[in-house]
């Protein structure tokens, strides 16, 4: 897609370009990259496998995530810099290739989620005897 014929994220193809475009960004940004790649190695198809579920029941009703979105990004070692980065490159990835009422829905969801991710990060580290139910 070129930036004179974006259009709205209707399809799994149209989940899998932003998700693949995205990390792809993510993988070689020096703020994010070396936590990305040291928590997944080389289970990258595994990820990104997870994003389009994840994704796709968020922006096109696929129905095909299953899980628990946090749990994994609990021990993180990231504040609010790395999620502001986050949201940046996931801003620029999906108006780089989208426009329509599904792109506006995919940031919003990922600034609710950032927003979210942090403030239940800061409370475990806080709370560090807490556990996940």
């Known amino acids: 897609m070129t930036a004179n014929a974006r ?6 193809d149209h989940v ?3 998700v693949d475009s995205f990390y792809a960004k ?19 198809p595994q990820h990104l ?15 095909s995530y299953m899980g628990a979105p946090f749990r994994p990004h609990k021990d993180l070692p990231v504040d609010q810099a790395h999620f502001d980065r986050w949201l940046l490159l996931f801003r620029d ?10 792109a506006d ?9 950032a927003e979210m991710f ?16």
């Open 93 to 102: 990835t999906v108006n780089e290739l989208f426009e329509g009422p599904a």
């Open 49 to 63: 496998a997870k994003m389009y579920t994840f994704w796709g029941t968020i922006l096109i009703g696929e129905q």
């Open 118 to 133: 942090m403030e239940r990060i800061t409370f475990f580290r806080a709370h560090p005897q807490r556990h996940i139910q």
């Open 16 to 18: 899998r370009l932003l």
């Open 7 to 12: 259009h709205d994220i209707t399809t799994p």
């Open 26 to 44: 993510i993988r070689v940004d020096p703020l994010l990259g070396g936590i990305f790649n040291g928590v997944i190695q080389d289970r990258w």
């Open 105 to 113: 829905l995919a940031f919003t969801n990922a600034e609710r989620m």
